[in-house]
């Protein structure tokens, strides 16, 4: 009826609906965080703007499941040049940006536990495999630092 009018369809309002079965992470502990789907996840790591983003999730899903890994480490391994708090600062700017883009994407916040008194970022092993995958996929993927020996999960 409002295309006959010449009106456009009115937005979605609010979280597109999750199937119980098509959700591969939830947020442990947390009832009201909003579940990752393999869709939402995909979409998340094509919507990552910058090679730096893509750097944080590679590092993560390198070594995915416990203990998790130090955001030193991750802030270290963006910014070589950087130790200590610049590189701990440097690395918050572009937490912030992958933040944003989860939340575009109906989750609060990127797909990873962050256990801030360990200050670590810890990943679930299936959702580390669709993000790695989806990283080989993107169009920034060449410029990564390491596009030709991707981290393999094992078993």
């Known amino acids: 009826m409002r295309a006959a009018y010449g009106e456009q369809p009115p937005k ?4 597109p609906k999750v199937l119980p079965e098509d959700v591969v992470w939830k947020p442990p502990g947390h009832y009201d965080r909003p579940a990752w789907t393999e869709e939402m996840l995909r979409s998340w790591v094509k919507a990552l703007q910058t090679v730096e983003e893509l750097d944080v999730v590679w590092r993560v899903c390198a070594e995915p499941g ?4 130090r955001g030193q480490v991750i802030a270290e391994y963006l910014s070589p040049e950087l130790t200590g708090k610049p590189a701990l600062t440097a690395m918050g700017v572009v937490s912030r940006r992958m933040n ?3 939340r575009e994407m109906w989750a609060g916040e ?11 970022r810890t990943v679930d092993r299936a959702v580390a495999a669709i993000l790695l995958d989806a990283l080989a996929q993107h169009p920034l993927w060449p410029r990564m630092r390491h596009h030709s020996n991707p981290p393999s999960l094992g078993s």
Not at 110 to 120: D, G, L, N, Q, Y
């Open 12 to 15: 979605p309002s609010g979280r």
């Open 66 to 69: 416990s203990p998790g890994v």
């Open 100 to 102: 944003r883009a989860a």
């Open 110 to 120: 990127m797909p990873f536990v962050i256990h801030e008194a360990k200050r670590t």
